[in-house]
T-cell receptor, first 112, second 112 residues
Framework: GQQLNQSPQSMFIQEGEDVSMNCTSSSIFNTWLWYKQEPGEGPVLLIALYKAGELTSNGRLTAQFGITRKDSFLNISASIPSDVGIYFC????????????FGKGTRLSVIA | NAGVTQTPKFQVLKTGQSMTLQCAQDMNHNSMYWYRQDPGMGLRLIYYSASEGTTDKGEVPNGYNVSRLNKREFSLRLESAAPSQTSVYFCASCFGGANVLTFGAGSRLTVL
């Protein structure tokens, strides 16, 4: 099936640092979504992107839909302990009404 | 609270036993999905139902069956459980189209 390459796989950062993660694919997507999963819970939507080049913020989080439609990134500024979790990118392929494809996730740990 | 409800939250089975995971949503969503989550593998789609009365295979359907009982409910059945089916299972739903999924809290299944 289609694959999204999400990196990094894990990150250990100091509280207050900025974080950047990204997803890339060889396929073109018409929607990019970013989810966060906390321990014992299901993923929760953070940001949805629908247009190439779109830059959207949600508090300290900023995500962009790549111009080529083949990538997206998520930045977290001034990290805090509650940012800990697994972050997933997900995309919907350009062709047809198909289910989302998910990246394998970035596990974020924040050291106070 | 409105959302996606999964039962049971935890289950232990012996190899060869059968069981059904239940999922219900009260958001009037058209589409419903079952994913499994394994360490390092991200979220993999098992089956989905784009609308009431239809079901389709996802990336990893072998060993599973589904039933879209009505618009609200979508169940996942394991007819003869195997240790390889030990995983955390997530149900999700959306209106369709842009695929902005809402996830349940997950069902942790262990097969001995």
């Amino acid at each position: 099936g289609q694959q999204l390459n999400q990196s990094p796989q894990s990150m250990f950062i100091q509280e207050g640092e900025d974080v950047s993660m990204n997803c890339t694919s060889s396929s073109i997507f018409n929607t990019w979504l970013w989810y966060k999963q906390e321990p014992g819970e299901g993923p929760v939507l953070l940001i949805a992107l629908y247009k190439a080049g779109e830059l959207t913020s949600n508090g300290r989080l900023t995500a962009q839909f790549g111009i080529t439609r083949k990538d997206s990134f998520l930045n977290i500024s001034a990290s805090i302990p509650s940012d800990v979790g697994i972050y997933f990118c997900a995309g919907q392929l350009l062709s047809g009404n198909t289910p989302l494809v998910f990246g394998k996730g970035t596990r974020l740990s924040v050291i106070a | 609270n409105a959302g996606v409800t999964q039962t049971p939250k935890f289950q232990v089975l012996k190899t060869g036993q059968s069981m059904t995971l239940q999922c219900a949503q009260d958001m009037n969503h058209n589409s419903m999905y079952w994913y499994r989550q394994d360490p390092g593998m991200g979220l993999r789609l098992i089956y989905y139902s784009a609308s009431e009365g239809t079901t389709d295979k996802g990336e990893v359907p072998n060993g599973y069956n589904v039933s879209r009982l009505n618009k609200r409910e979508f169940s996942l059945r394991l007819e003869s459980a195997a240790p390889s089916q030990t995983s955390v299972y997530f149900c999700a739903s959306c209106f369709g189209g842009a695929n902005v999924l809402t996830f349940g809290a997950g069902s942790r299944l262990t097969v001995l």
